[in-house]
């Protein structure tokens, strides 16, 4: 047998019968570790956001009886719904709300711009006293800006009387009391937002600020030209958090304006959220409120989707 037909042959079978060397094959266990790690989150999840929302949906088509009797309802609770003018007028109500604390935004942009100057000393103080109020409790909050709200001796009302303004009673009176909210919304969400812009800020070299003053652009062009486009991703961030809280709107405003009982701006003033609290809790329609929780739910979804969808055309990505 010459080389070349002693290189092309196959190997020798083995002993074992098999030809050629062979490894061993390791079992491992690698599945059921990332089951056992991943299984409670996923089971959590399951138990308290995905099965309470297909419980909800299935009550949006019932009524319920006075002795807790349910009968299928079909349509009739959405009917209902967007028949009723409480509806739109708290839709309008959230999406004013939702419109002004989106304000907020770019004036958390502009602050934690100023707050990573180089230098600037205190920076993290004055970081820690705008987060504050994000972590306040609602109700310590509200008990505060009542009292700055008032229509008699709060602060509000007291400076706008140097400028020979007559304030009005803003917690009682309808249009100005969800403007009220929304203001204390946008001072309690202003922190969050300028927080997670701060650490986006971290992120961009600061190679090109150094080129950028060595071209002579000032200040303001940087933060036109390179602040603002590559912060865009955690303005994109804050915008959807934002957004989603604004529709979620409830605790603050009743903790502020109260109950229909004590407040006669109040029906004039609800939010979705507490339009669905209205009729779960205290005319105890829970067929009706559930309707009315699928339909905040599809319009924050919708939302979601929305600003998702036109993301590409003002994110910066690369």
Do not use: C
Request: aromatic share 16%.
């Amino acid at each position: 047998m010459t080389l070349a037909e002693r290189t092309a042959a196959p190997p020798a079978p083995s002993r074992s019968g098999r030809s050629g060397p062979t490894t061993p094959r390791r079992r491992t266990n690698d599945g059921w570790w990332a089951l056992v790690f991943v299984g409670p989150l996923v089971l959590g999840i399951g138990v308290f956001y995905i099965w309470p929302i297909i419980q909800t949906a299935g009550f949006s088509f019932t009524s319920f009886g006075v002795f807790g009797d349910v009968a299928f309802a079909g349509m009739d609770n959405f009917v209902r719904l967007f028949g009723e003018s409480e509806f739109y007028l708290s839709l309008g109500n959230t999406l004013l709300y939702t419109a002004i604390v989106l304000l907020g935004v770019p004036i958390a942009v502009l602050l934690a711009s100023l707050l990573n100057l180089p230098g600037l000393r205190f920076a993290s103080l004055y970081r820690v006293l705008f987060f504050l109020p994000y972590v306040a409790m609602p109700t310590a909050i509200a008990f505060v800006w009542r009292i700055i709200f008032n229509g008699d001796f709060g602060l509000v009302n007291y400076v706008l009387g140097f400028f020979g303004i007559e304030g009005p009673y803003w917690v009682s009176t309808p249009g100005f009391a969800i403007l009220a909210v929304a203001i204390v919304g946008l001072w309690s969400s202003l922190g969050f937002s300028m927080i997670i812009l701060a650490a986006g800020l971290k992120t961009i070299p600061p190679e090109l600020y150094e080129a950028a003053s060595l071209d002579g652009a000032s200040r303001w062009r940087q933060f036109r030209s390179i602040t603002v486009p590559l912060l865009t991703p955690s303005i994109f961030f804050v915008t959807i958090i934002t957004v989603i809280a604004g529709f979620q709107l409830f605790d603050l405003l009743y903790a502020i304006l109260g109950t229909t009982a004590t407040n006669a701006s109040l029906p004039k003033s609800m939010s979705l959220v507490y339009y669905f609290y209205q009729a779960g809790f205290v005319t105890n329609e829970k067929g009706f409120a559930a309707a009315v929780a699928m339909i905040i739910f599809v319009i924050i979804g919708f939302v979601t989707f929305l600003q998702f969808r036109f993301q590409r055309r003002w994110v910066h990505s690369d």
